[in-house]
């Protein structure tokens, strides 16, 4: 399992890649969990989670509510009675158990959004669940002694959040790409414009580790890099 370590000792730890990373923070006495996957992926987070001896865990916090970040966020709750934290922007779609495939970026991906909205109903559900927590433009968990906080990062959905780890490592979801060589830019987001800002808002934070919800770490480096490029390309 990929761990960083901060200069304050808190880890986080992909626990789960593939169709979609999750990765699991430990700060302190604090367990907390970000993201949870699609439907296939409960019995290999559980076993991520046994591995590591997370047999409680404090908050589960959903970067955003499409079906592949948070399908199993019900039944881990049930089982491990912790907290959910969802930006108040997906609350009700969270409740309903479905959230509206995004946008495409790309050619490619505009037309496999189109046809994914048609069906999504299909294989974009999951099992409804309400949040104990939700996250306006910001949430600092600092009052439970661990220096998380938590951001509105909107673009890729209306209601995506990013996860801060002792301003060193910030945890993601889509609001950067780690898939494609030299690029963080999503093949889907719903505002390409509040996702720009979202990522100068990233910068801004200090950390020099982005962790994705798809691929691979992100430097400062190349997120600076993007910025610049778009800079550039808006002139």
């Known amino acids: 399992m990929e761990t960083h370590i901060t200069t304050k000792g808190s880890r986080v730890i992909r626990i789960l890649s593939g169709r979609s990373n999750s990765y699991i923070v430990k700060s302190g006495l604090v367990n907390l969990l970000v993201d949870t996957g699609d439907k296939s992926s409960y019995n ?5 989670l046994t ?6 865990l404090d908050y589960i916090v959903l970067t955003h509510s499409h079906f592949d970040h948070c399908a199993n966020t019900a039944l881990l709750a049930h089982k491990y009675g912790c907290k959910i934290i969802l ?3 997906e609350t009700l779609m969270a409740s309903e158990g479905i959230t ?3 946008k495409g970026t790309l050619l490619a991906t505009k037309i496999l959004s189109a046809l994914g909205r048609k069906f999504e109903s299909s294989f974009a559900s999951y099992t409804p669940f309400t949040p104990d927590i939700e996250v306006g433009e910001c949430f600092d968990l600092s009052i439970h002694g661990v220096n998380i906080k938590i951001i509105h990062t909107p673009g890729h959905s209306a209601g995506s959040i990013s996860v801060l780890v002792d301003k060193e490592i910030a945890i993601v979801g889509d609001t950067l790409f780690g898939v494609f060589p030299g690029s963080v830019f999503p093949p889907f987001a719903d505002n390409v414009q509040q996702l720009y800002k979202s990522w100068q808002n990233l910068l801004e934070s200090g950390c020099s580790i982005f962790l994705p919800g798809h691929g691979k770490k992100i430097s400062r480096q190349l997120l600076n890099s993007q910025i610049k490029k778009q800079s550039y390309v808006k002139r």
């Open 87 to 89: 930006s108040k922007n």
């Open 51 to 56: 591995s590591l001896n997370c047999f409680t």
């Open 44 to 48: 290999k987070l559980i076993k991520g």
């Open 100 to 102: 509206p495939i995004p």
